[in-house]
């Protein structure tokens, strides 16, 4: 091989699980690199163990014991000679102590540095550097966090505010307090979950804004300097401050706002000198159009299908090329926009009781297809949906040539999505779609609590899903269930790769 | 043969009869001629009063999972005469359960206390999030069923409430 | 024009395709089957569905006064015939239009011209097509006349039918002696398979690619064109990979604008309405000649969609309800690029055979950038009576080199038990470094390409998906250098590939 023609990695470990472990093993194997899963004891028969070039068992269910367990993940990158490591959204992702060890093991961490992590991960520290970037903030404050300066503070900010976790993300460690009265609790409450969740219960208090789009921008930035934006993500619809369904373009925005946002994202990243793919969060007031930083996430989203579709882009691709080095080929002016994507995410959960997570063992599962539908899973029949991770089941992604067609495409989809055994959040995802304030593009961060509170599924039940349930007492189709595909000698899992394997031909 | 389904509280009586060329089928005051065609993928295709219609259906112990026009249905069967399941889901009645699998991660109170309705007693994690149990009505805790860091199944129960 | 039920005269995985589109836009669908059919999956997916008749065409697809009945039975307003069946028969088209039907197609008279060969070569002639050299007349010529007209078309020469489509009642032919025999065999395969044996004769282009242009027509008369689609991976005449844009084309933007405008020079010569293609042969020197217009959707409409943006099945129902076009020639712009490989139920290692069977297990590839279009699902038998797409696999990548990665791990994930499938046959092709090159004509196939050989050295190589990666990472940092002048870019990576493969085996 010329020496100037090298591959980005041979090999590359990828630490994490469910769907985006099957989304990175994807982009590993149309890239000619070598995948290594890392799995937990309850994760032997996952998807994404079977689905890799090889995997390794790093310990015990708890996430404690095996994927959030760097240097576990580090003795099998190296047992197993991977070079790189990508470590997904959640567990190590965006754990500055975790990108160090990695490479301080001389392996590449795919994903921005340490410090650029460090620097955005500490909620108070990233709002006052951003504020000296330039970049517009909500009214906040980030300081000495003992419960009576956050006290003081909330009363100086006004009620509502918000409590988050200094060290923390994706809603965890998250409090709206609307009284005085209920912040001593609250902020009891958050401090414990964020210990739970990130090991560090400090806070910062901001002002919580009512009826406010949540709006990021995604960038990517390579280690020569340049650093692009990819437009946004409309992310409002919300349940406890976790995204349900995400899409692009948003409809709120203009191109004027949206350049403007663009820029603010890239001033944002440029100010902690951030390589690779990350996402700026604002709020914006759909009044006043103003936009507020609410903090980085120095990872990929679990919504970047939308952006990939929208602009052709393959994110994890690039997050890999630019983590081995190579120079984004794009400027600003060569990238665009084509139709609307829409996300919905298929949760174990159940609405109808504030969105408890369901566990179970998948049954049926029959993902949607057809043109311009994209399924990102993680699970198969027989996927037993246990209580130690995220229950994120599917991403149902849709695209089509504008919003209103991108929604009916949604709808379809959904509906004809197959899965049983398990509660989800399918009707629900349903339900929303259909909503006056969401056809509208109007719908905030408030709209859930707001509009589809309570819910409730509908109750009425067919004589057809009776005779249906009669029927197939004797009439069995029970094979599709939980005894298929579940099995590591199963020669028709779909996973399996065997060399040189041809259907159906006689040797 | 009859079979029965509970859905939402609400049993369902469904009346099959195996003849030529499909099931007679009765529920309530409506029967009709079913006719079914393929299973091969997990899809029942029926063919009720000249309509077509795809439905899929999993069973799990006593538990029958049915998928029909894109909407998902979920119904118990009963074993022999129990009809219970109704009832056990009533609240109000001091005795509190897991609502969901998760970890005992604090007991914020002790056997013999006094307790409010709304009171947080219990704190359960799950998934990572944080799941308060709180007391359904005034009285005096009688029983703790549960210690911290203890893993509990869905239903388990945890702790029972005397009224008073 | 306006219908809100459509009925689909078609099966498989193009009725499949047309009635997502049709419940997407909120539309009532009806289709329609054949006795095996009656478990098929558009069946199924349909809201009412009707029993045509036993399993030959004839008898069911075929059967248009069945076919209008049951429209007008469930108040069907409209009817999509797909392609193949009577996607093409003009008199079919009529029957609707006189049954106050609306026909989701162009009209009877645009499918009339454009079917009859020897009338299509003449019509866009005039309009100032160029159309390959051949035998000008729209009158049956005998096989006295055609003899004399050979050797001023020039051997090597076609022998084609003028109702013809599809391969049948072609015959190539190298010298004046062939002739004969050839016409003979042509004509009487022409009656078999049309009911006509009239034939003309077309010189033959050597080293020619099978390049064609998708067209959109509205009833107001405009008419936009779509880009082009490369179809030069035939077997007998048969396309088994498509992509768009053609590698032969690329960037040269002014050519591919060329043969735009040529195309749509074309439709504007039958007052064309709805979609259409225009297949060209093109020479290595960039001359392109009119080979015939296929007046219906095609196959491989989807590598246009993904390139375009364009939902084009969704387009041919609005402009039936007599809607404007959603886009003017400006709006067209083509992004990436896609590549569709057609899974048969063909046994590649055994010339092609087709093959039946019961699908046992399937497990189609998704994830980003993938699309399958099928009809077929577990358990569904693959019978002798249709033809033998099982379904079609399409990518789309950033560039071409990513489209051909991306195609080999989606290849790789696809998993069909029960009937033996040319899979094998295009993870072959994805590494051919001829066609990773984009070096190939409609030849390419039949005359270039052995599955045996070209497994033979695959074991000896299997880096080559690191070496591909590499190179297109390699290719889009040169683009951004601007280091390769335009249209001259790749060749030197792809010849490289082709030596390493070489020196590997």
């Not at chain 2, 939402?8 to 009346?15: A, F, K, L, Y």
């Not at chain 3, 030959?56 to 039975?73: F, G, V």
Request: proline share 5%; hydrophobic share 40%.
């Amino acid at each position: 091989m010329p020496p100037e023609i090298q591959p980005p990695f041979s090999k590359i470990l990828i630490a994490n699980r469910g769907e985006i472990a099957v989304r990175l093993i994807r982009a590993c194997r149309e890239m000619g690199i070598v995948s290594v899963a890392v799995y937990s004891e309850a994760d032997a028969n996952a998807l994404h163990t079977r689905t890799a070039d090889e995997a390794v068992l790093i310990g015990a269910a708890e996430a404690s014991e095996s994927y959030l367990n760097i240097e576990r993940v580090v003795d099998a990158a190296k047992e197993s000679g991977a070079e790189a490591i990508h470590p997904g959204y959640g567990f190590l992702a965006e754990n500055p102590g975790s990108a160090q060890a990695v490479a301080d093991a001389s392996l590449t961490f795919i994903g921005p540095s340490p410090e650029a992590m460090r620097a955005m991960g500490d909620k108070a520290a990233a709002r006052t550097l951003m504020g000296k970037a330039g970049v517009p903030l909500v009214p906040g404050y980030q300081g000495e966090d003992d419960d009576e300066s956050l006290q003081k503070a909330a009363n100086d900010i006004g009620y509502p505010v918000l409590l988050k976790a200094a060290a923390g993300g994706g809603g965890k460690g998250m409090r709206v307090v609307e009284n005085p009265d209920e912040l001593e609790e609250a902020i009891g409450a958050a401090r414990r979950e964020a210990q739970n969740a990130f090991g560090d219960p400090r806070m910062i208090v901001e002002k919580y804004v009512t009826n406010a789009r949540h709006v990021e921008i995604q960038v990517l930035a390579d280690s020569h300097g340049n650093t692009l934006h990819l437009f946004e993500r409309e992310c409002s619809i919300q349940r406890r401050h976790q995204k349900i369904i995400e899409e692009t373009p948003s409809p709120l925005l203009d191109d004027e706002l949206r350049d403007v946002m663009g820029k603010a994202a890239v001033a944002a990243a440029e100010a902690v000198s951030y390589v690779n793919a990350g996402t700026v969060e604002f709020i914006v007031d759909p009044d006043t159009r103003q936009f507020y930083f609410l903090e980085m996430n120095t990872r990929l989203q679990v919504e970047h299908p939308i952006t990939e579709m929208l602009t052709g882009l393959d994110l994890v691709q690039w997050q890999i090329r630019i983590a081995a080095g190579e120079k984004l080929p794009l400027t600003q002016d060569e990238l665009s926009m084509r139709g609307h994507a829409i996300e919905c995410r298929l949760y174990a959960e159940d609405p109808a009781s504030g969105f408890l997570p369901a566990t179970g063992i998948i049954l049926a599962w029959q993902p949607p297809d057809g043109p311009g539908v994209r399924v990102d899973s993680g699970i198969s029949a027989g996927t037993e949906v246990g209580v130690y991770y995220d229950p994120l089941l599917a991403k149902i992604i849709v695209q089509a040539e504008d919003r209103p067609a991108a929604i009916q495409k949604m709808r379809t989809a959904l509906r004809d999505t197959v899965v049983l055994g398990l509660t989800t959040n399918r009707e629900f995802l349903l339900d929303v779609l259909v909503h006056e304030t969401f056809q509208k593009g109007t719908a905030t961060t408030a709209f859930i609590a707001q509009h589809m509170n309570p819910w409730l599924p509908d109750e009425y039940v067919p004589v057809e899903a009776l005779i249906a349930a009669a029927i197939s007492e004797f009439h069995s189709p029970s094979n599709t269930g939980a005894n298929l595909s579940t099995s590591e000698n199963d020669p028709y899992s779909p996973w399996k790769r065997l060399k040189g394997f041809r259907m159906g031909m006689g040797q | 043969m009859r079979l029965s389904y509970l859905a939402n509280g609400h049993n369902h009586d469904v009346d099959l009869e195996k003849g030529e060329g499909g099931y007679r089928v009765t529920v309530g005051d409506s029967s009709q001629v079913v006719q079914v065609n393929s299973s091969t993928d997990g899809a029942l295709q029926l063919l009720i009063d000249g309509k077509m219609l795809k439905a899929h259906v999993a069973a799990e112990g006593k538990q029958r999972y049915v998928w029909l026009n894109g909407k998902s249905y979920s119904f118990e069967k009963p074993s022999g005469s129990a009809r219970r399941g109704a009832a056990a889901e009533a609240g109000g009645d001091g005795i509190l359960r897991a609502p969901m699998p998760g970890q005992v991660r604090q007991v914020l109170v002790n056997e013999g206390d006094q307790v409010e309705n709304g009171q947080t007693l219990l704190l359960l994690e799950a998934m990572k999030m944080e799941i308060r149990i709180q007391a359904n009505l005034d009285g005096k805790l009688m029983k703790l069923h549960v210690a911290e860091g203890q893993t509990v199944d869905k239903d388990a129960t945890l702790l029972e409430i005397e009224e008073g | 024009m306006t219908f809100t039920k459509v009925l689909i005269a078609n099966r498989g995985e193009i009725a499949m395709r047309i009635l997502r589109a049709c419940r997407e836009l909120g539309i009532k669908t009806v289709a329609v089957y054949s006795e095996p059919d009656r478990n098929a999956m558009h069946v199924r997916y349909a809201e009412e569905a009707y029993l045509l008749g036993p399993a030959p065409s004839n008898e069911s697809y075929l059967r248009a006064d069945k076919i209008i009945e049951i429209a007008k039975k469930s108040e069907a307003g409209a009817i999509h015939p797909g392609y193949g069946f009577l996607s093409e028969n003009a008199d079919f088209a009529q029957a609707c239009e006189d049954e106050g039907i609306t026909f989701i197609g162009p009209k009877p008279e645009a499918i009339a011209k454009m079917g009859d060969k020897g009338v299509a070569r003449a019509t866009v002639k005039a309009a100032g097509v160029p159309v390959v050299p051949g035998t000008e007349t729209e009158e049956k010529l005998s096989d006295e006349d055609l003899l004399k007209l050979a050797p001023d078309v020039g051997f090597p020469l076609l022998i084609k039918a003028t109702a013809g489509g599809g391969g049948k009642g072609m015959r190539q032919v190298n010298d004046l002696e062939e002739m004969p025999a050839a016409l003979e065999s042509a004509r009487r395969e022409s009656l078999a398979a049309f009911g006509d044996d009239n034939v003309y004769l077309e010189k033959m282009i050597i080293g020619a690619r099978h390049i064609e242009i998708q067209v959109l027509g509205d009833n107001e008369g405009n008419i936009i064109h779509l880009g082009e689609r490369e179809c030069s991976i035939q077997r007998r005449h048969q396309k088994l990979v498509e992509e768009s844009p053609s590698p032969f084309i690329n960037e040269d933007e002014e050519f591919r604008q060329k043969m735009g405008a040529i195309a749509v020079q074309a439709a504007q010569a039958v007052d064309y309405v709805n979609a259409g293609t225009i297949e060209f042969l093109v020479d290595k020197d960039k001359n392109f000649y009119f080979l015939e217009m296929n007046t219906r959707l095609q196959v491989e409409h989807p590598v246009t969609e993904y390139v375009t943006g364009v939902d084009i099945v969704k387009e041919q129902i609005r402009i039936a309800r007599g809607r404007q076009l959603g886009y003017t020639q400006k709006d067209v712009k083509m992004n990436g690029w896609a590549i569709e490989c057609r899974i048969n139920a063909e046994d590649p290692y055994n010339n092609f055979l087709p093959s039946t069977g019961i699908i046992q297990f399937s497990s189609l590839p998704t994830g980003p950038g993938v699309r399958v279009d099928t009809g077929v699902y577990l358990g569904f038998n693959i019978s002798p009576y249709y033809d033998s797409l099982i379904s079609k696999l399409i990518v789309w990548g950033e560039t071409r080199g990513q489209a051909i990665l991306r195609m080999r791990r989606a290849l790789e994930e696809y998993r069909l038990v029960g009937v033996v499938t040319n899979i094998p046959f295009h993870q072959s092709l994805m590494e051919q470094h001829r066609f990773i090159a984009g070096n190939f004509d409609t030849k390419f196939v039949e005359e270039r390409f052995s599955i045996e050989k070209a497994e033979e050295g695959k074991e000896t190589n299997p880096e080559i998906a690191a070496i591909l990666a590499t190179l297109v990472a390699h290719q889009q940092t040169e683009r951004a250098a601007h280091i390769i002048q335009r249209g001259k870019r790749d060749t030197s990576n792809w010849k490289w590939v082709g030596r390493w493969e070489r020196m590997h085996r």
